[in-house]
C-alpha cells in the first residue's frame, strides 16, 4: 500500500499563514478554466508551430483528464511526468490536475536508475512521456521501467505510442471530469530534491503554499498580463515552474513561450519573435548569453528581465547584464523545499549584482546559525536554516532524511552556507553537504560513489566538487584502483551505461595510490573529501 503524500504544519501556523491571506481557498484544479473565462482569446502557449490560446489550452486540459480518468486511474493516484518543453507539458500537467492526479515531475535527463526509483518511491499508477527527445526513445526507458515496477500500469506516450497509450486519443468526456473543488490543503504535486545523500527525495507540495509561492512572486518579478515569458531551463525544475516561472505566467494571464533547448541560436530568434520579457537561466548559461549577445542580429530590446537563479552568479558576471542584455538581472536563491529569494528589480546595482537577493514572504523566517547552532552575526558565515508558509515540514515516507534535513521545529536545514547582509540580503558561500552544483543540477556525492564502487576495477571511490568558471562546481572522482587502472574515458563510458541522468558522470577522474586516514584507520567521508579538494585545488593554484 502506498504511503500517504501528506504535507502538514501545525495549527497555529496554518491559522497564521490563512489569517493573513497567504494561503487561500484556491486550487490548481479550476485554475486554468477560471484563466480561460477571462483571458480565453488570449495566448497562453507557444511551442513550435504551436499557438493556443487559454480557451484551447483549457479544453485540451480537460480532454486529458478525461482520458487520464477513463484509464481507470482514480483521483490521489501518482503519475510521473517526463516530458520536455512542449505546449503538451501545460495540457498533461493541467490535466493531472484537472482529474485529481497527482503530477511526480522528473527531468528529461533522468534515466532508468531515477524514474525506477520515483515510480517505486511515489508509489506511481501511471508515466508520461515524450516518444523521443534529443535522439534518446523514451517509450525503450518505459518498457524497462514497467518490468522492474509492477505497480505502474500505465504508460502514456505524447507522440508515437509504440506498444503504449497515445495521449493524443483521448477524448472529451465532461461526464467524467470532477465538479468539486479539491481541498486546498492536499497534495497537489511532487518535486524532486538534489539529494544530498543516495538518490533524490520527494517533495510534496499542496495547492495552498505552491499557489502561495506564485502569488507572492508574480508582483516581485514584474509578472502581469503583459508579460511574455521564456521558458528556457527545463520546467520540470521549481526554478522555471513557479519562480514566477510558467505557471507564474499563467495566473497572471501571460503567454508563456517553450524553448527546446536554452541555447542563443533557439532562446534569440524566440525573443525576438515573441516579445519575450521575462526569462531565467543558470549561470553557464547567462555566461553563453552574454557572449553571444553582442553578434546576434536579433533584437533583444523586449527582454526587461534575466533571472539567473540555481547555482551562485558571479559579480563579476552579474555586472555584465545591464550594458550587454539590455535589461535588469534579477538574482534568484531558491530550492524545491520552500524559501525563494529574489533581488528586486529596484534594488540599487550593488545588491542585484552582488547578492542572491532577501526572501520573498514577511513570514519567511531565516536563521544563519554556526556549527554549534548558535546565530551569527550579519556578515558572518553561516548555515541556512528556514520556515515559513510554503516551507515544507517533511520529505516523502523518509524519517531518515526528515530527521537529519529538520530540525524539532520545524526548521529546513537547506545545507547552504551563506552570510547575511543588512536588509536581509544573502549572498551564497557554498554548500554545507557533500554535494555538487554543477551547472544547477545537485547531485549527490554519495551516490555516485555508490556507481563507481560497483566498477570491478574501483576499490574506492570519492567524489567531491571543485570550483568551474563555466558550471560553477564540477565533479571530480578520486578513485583507487582494484587491479589494473582503467582509463578515465573508460570508466566514464561505464558509467553511461548504469542508466543514470549524464550530468551525473564525473567530469574529472583522478586515480590515487590511497586515501589519509586517521592513526586508527578511520576518516569519515566528509572530511576524505574535503581533504582531497583542498590538494587538488592547492595543485591547481600551483600550477
Known amino acids: 500500500m502506498n504511503a500517504p503524500l501528506t504535507q502538514c504544519w501545525p495549527t ?39 499557438r493556443w490560446t487559454y480557451a484551447e489550452l483549457s479544453e485540451r486540459a480537460d480532454i486529458a483528464a478525461a482520458g487520464f480518468l477513463a484509464l481507470g486511474l482514480q ?47 511515489s508509489g506511481a499508477a501511471a508515466y508520461v512521456i515524450a516518444d523521443r527527445h534529443d535522439g534518446f ?7 524497462a521501467v514497467k518490468a522492474d515496477v509492477p505497480a505502474l500500469r500505465h504508460v502514456i506516450v505524447v507522440g508515437d505510442p509504440g506498444d503504449h497509450v497515445a495521449f493524443d486519443a483521448f477524448a472529451a468526456d465532461p461526464d467524467r471530469l470532477p465538479s468539486d473543488q479539491a481541498d486546498p490543503s492536499d497534495v497537489a504535486l511532487v518535486q524532486i530534491s538534489g539529494g544530498s545523500t543516495g538518490l533524490s527525495k520527494l517533495i510534496p507540495r499542496t495547492h495552498r503554499d505552491y499557489l502561495y509561492s506564485i502569488r507572492a512572486s508574480n508582483p516581485i518579478c514584474g509578472v ?21 516561472g510558467i505557471f507564474g505566467a499563467l495566473y497572471a494571464g501571460a503567454r508563456v513561450v517553450m524553448a527546446p533547448q536554452p541555447t ?13 520579457t521575462i526569462t531565467g537561466l543558470v549561470p553557464p548559461l547567462a555566461l553563453l548569453w552574454l557572449q553571444a549577445a553582442p553578434r546576434t542580429s536579433h533584437d533583444l530590446a523586449s527582454l526587461q528581465v534575466l533571472q539567473v537563479g540555481g547555482a551562485k552568479f558571479m559579480p563579476e558576471a552579474a555586472r555584465r547584464v545591464r550594458p550587454v542584455l539590455g535589461c535588469t538581472l534579477q538574482q534568484v536563491f531558491g530550492m524545491a523545499e520552500g524559501l525563494v529569494n529574489y533581488t528586486r528589480l529596484d534594488d540599487p546595482e550593488e545588491i542585484i549584482t552582488e547578492t542572491q537577493g532577501r526572501a520573498m514572504s514577511p513570514d519567511d523566517e531565516v536563521l544563519i546559525l554556526d556549527d554549534a547552532g548558535d546565530p551569527v552575526a550579519d556578515g558572518e558565515t553561516g548555515n541556512l536554516l528556514t520556515r515559513g508558509p510554503y516551507t515544507i515540514r517533511g520529505y516523502h515516507d523518509d524519517p531518515v532524511a526528515n530527521a537529519r534535513a529538520f530540525t524539532a521545529d520545524g526548521f529546513y ?13 544573502l549572498v551564497v558561500q557554498g554548500r554545507a553537504t557533500d554535494h555538487i552544483n554543477r551547472a544547477g543540477e545537485k547531485i549527490s556525492a554519495e551516490e555516485i560513489e555508490d556507481h563507481l564502487l560497483a566498477h570491478p576495477n574501483i576499490f574506492d571511490a570519492a567524489v567531491v ?30 558509467m553511461r551505461g548504469r542508466a543514470i541522468a549524464a550530468f551525473k558522470i564525473p567530469d574529472q577522474i583522478i586515480f590515487v595510490p590511497e586515501f589519509a586516514t586517521t592513526a586508527v584507520g578511520k576518516i569519515s567521508r566528509k572530511e576524505l573529501r574535503a581533504s582531497l579538494r583542498a590538494t587538488l585545488l592547492a595543485q591547481e593554484n600551483d600550477a
Open 12 to 50: 497555529s501556523f496554518a491559522e497564521r499563514y490563512q489569517a493573513k491571506g497567504y494561503w487561500t481557498d484556491e486550487t490548481f484544479r479550476f485554475l486554468l478554466p477560471e484563466r480561460a473565462a477571462t483571458h480565453g482569446d488570449r495566448i497562453a502557449v507557444v511551442g513550435g508551430d504551436i
Open 413 to 425: 536545514r537547506t545545507g547552504d552556507v551563506v552570510k547575511r547582509l543588512p536588509g536581509g540580503y
Open 465 to 494: 566538487s571543485i570550483p568551474d568558471a563555466f558550471l560553477g562546481e564540477r565533479s571530480c572522482a578520486f578513485l583507487i584502483a582494484q587491479g589494473d587502472a582503467p582509463r578515465p574515458a573508460d570508466i566514464k563510458a561505464w
Open 137 to 143: 526513445d523514451y517509450r525503450l526507458l518505459a518498457d
Open 264 to 276: 542563443p541560436d533557439i532562446a534569440f530568434p524566440l525573443i525576438a519573435r515573441e516579445g519575450v
Open 75 to 121: 483521483p490521489g493516484d501518482r503519475v510521473i511526468v517526463q516530458l520536455p518543453n512542449i505546449p503538451a507539458f501545460l495540457s498533461v500537467t493541467f490535466g493531472l490536475f484537472r482529474a485529481g492526479l497527482i503530477p511526480v515531475f522528473t527531468l528529461p535527463a533522468h534515466r532508468l536508475t531515477e524514474i525506477t526509483h520515483f515510480a517505486r518511491k
Open 224 to 244: 502581469d498580463g503583459d508579460s511574455v515569458y521564456l521558458a528556457a531551463l527545463p520546467v520540470a525544475h521549481n526554478f522555471p515552474m513557479s519562480s514566477p
